[in-house]
């Protein structure tokens, strides 16, 4: 069965500490698509990063990077010199496609990030 | 513009009450999605819309009623509500109904049932 693991519930850091968030999956899929979400106090959850399962460079965006690796099944998050905009609890995502077709996300239970100024 | 919209932001609502909550996007997007996120918890799919046709209901409850009016729209219809449904309800919208795709998210109607 499919199953994302971040097993940090909540992470606290000062500002401009760098701070990698964990998320481990499980997947009988040989394609697959992983994803991480940013929710912040306000609710929306804002979308981060997909990337599939054939793709296995790391990616930088800015202060944000991550890095996939299949041979241990985890895609990891690093914030580089953390801001107090930061704050947020961050959630790693699976793709699920069953025999009949159906397609959604498995969402892992989310890792609530504080950034202290 | 990558911008999903949700009505109304906060609703408080008796266990009688009807009520609707409205999701639009206008990013030509075919497929819509209903969330329902409980405190400290992922959220958790309820329906999915791919091309304005229910494609999956995740066994919800008949007192959620969902609609797509059209391609932008998308509503989600409340009838008899029990307070354990009080929650933020996320609506989200992706290009396609297929898991390659991103889901972007509106704000969410935070909703209490009394």
């Known amino acids: 069965a499919q199953k994302v693991t971040q097993a940090q519930t909540e992470i606290s850091v000062v500002e401009k500490e760098d701070v990698t968030l964990d998320c481990v999956y499980e997947?009988?899929?040989?394609?697959?698509?992983l994803f991480w979400y940013k929710q912040p106090p306000s609710g929306e959850l804002v979308f981060l990063i997909r990337?599939?399962?054939?793709?296995?460079q790391n990616e930088i965006s800015g202060r944000y990077s991550w890095n996939f690796q299949k041979s241990t099944s985890s895609f990891n998050f690093t914030i580089t010199a953390s801001q107090v905009v930061d704050s947020a609890v961050y959630f790693c995502?699976?793709?699920?496609?069953?025999?009949?077709?159906?397609?959604?996300?498995?969402f892992g239970k989310g890792t609530k990030l504080t950034v202290n100024p | 513009d990558t911008e999903v919209t949700q009505t109304p932001k906060h609703l408080v609502m008796g266990m009688t009450n009807k009520k609707s909550l409205k999701c639009e996007q206008h990013?030509?997007?075919?497929?819509m999605y209903w969330y329902k996120q409980k405190a400290k918890k992922p959220p958790e799919l309820m329906f999915v819309?791919?091309?304005?046709?229910?494609?999956i209901n995740e066994s919800v409850p008949s007192r959620f009623s969902p609609e797509c009016p059209n391609s932008s729209l998308l509503n989600l219809h409340l009838h008899a509500l029990q307070p354990e449904d009080s929650a933020l309800y996320l609506c989200?919208?992706?290009?396609?109904?297929?898991?390659?795709?991103?889901?972007?998210f509106g704000p969410g109607t935070r909703l209490t049932v009394t």
């Open positions: 989200a919208s992706s290009q396609g109904w297929a898991t390659s795709y991103e889901q972007y």
């Open positions: 997947t009988r899929d040989t394609t697959y698509y």
């Open positions: 990337r599939n399962s054939f793709d296995e």
């Open positions: 995502a699976l793709s699920d496609r069953t025999q009949g077709g159906s397609e959604k996300l498995v």
């Open positions: 990013m030509g997007h075919r497929a």
């Open positions: 819309y791919s091309y304005e046709k229910l494609s």
